[in-house]
């Protein structure tokens, strides 16, 4: 498994990604605590490539600067459109349908707007997908916060199950029954996927 998920306070997930043969790696969502990124990546010697945020809330983007500071030669990665909203220096600006490679594995993008405007989920090698506040385990995101839209939230969540079912969908928060699934079990069971249009996803409660 190259993706270690790491519980950060109460209910956020944050994730490192890494190479193992190469010892490149990248966070996703620091959230409010770097402590764990920062001993998971120096107890294995891993080289901070990427610090990746899905969506500018606070709550997955409030660290970036203790990891862009511990690791001076990573660099900030996020969409055009929720780029703007951070208080930080972009990078690598991220579009629908780009890659980056960390060392032998391919991280793909793919922008989901509906919970911000400019949210991304990350596909890590036909392996997994990171989902942000985008899709949750048993639900999906808040689409009533400033910037959202439910039409978006619907259409992003259909490109998100036209993936492979076998890709294991790890959240931004916990809030589900389980901290992680494959997108296949959750097809069945996640009633913001079982949804048949977008009349029935927007009475969900
Ligand atoms: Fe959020």
Do not use: W
Not at 91 to 104: A, M, P
Not at 120 to 130: G, L, N, P, Q, S
Not at 132 to 151: A, K, Q
Not at 186 to 200: G, H, P
């Amino acid at each position: 498994m190259t993706v270690e998920q790491i519980k950060i306070g109460f209910d956020n997930f944050s994730y490192v990604i890494y190479d193992k043969p190469s010892k490149k790696a990248a966070v996703v969502d620091p959230s409010y605590n770097a402590l764990k990124q920062v001993g998971f990546i120096k107890s294995r010697d891993l080289e901070l490539v990427y610090v990746i945020n899905t969506h500018y809330h606070n709550d997955h983007t409030d660290k970036n600067k203790r990891l862009l500071d511990t690791f001076p030669q990573s660099k900030l990665v996020a969409s055009k459109t929720d780029g703007v909203y951070l208080k930080y220096d972009i990078d690598i600006f991220i579009d629908d349908g780009d890659q980056l490679k960390l060392g032998e594995l391919t991280l793909g993008f793919i922008l989901t707007p509906g919970h911000t405007p400019g949210g991304i989920c990350i596909v890590v090698d036909d392996e997994a997908i990171i989902t942000g506040d985008t899709l949750f385990i048993d639900d999906c995101g808040r689409s009533d916060l400033p910037g959202g839209n439910v039409n978006d939230l619907y259409d992003s969540l259909q490109k998100i199950k036209t993936l492979p079912e076998y890709l294991i969908i790890y959240p931004g928060h916990d809030y589900g029954s389980k901290p992680y699934d494959t997108l296949g079990n959750q097809k069945k069971t996640n009633k913001t996927l079982v949804a048949k249009n977008i009349e029935e996803f927007s009475k969900i409660p």
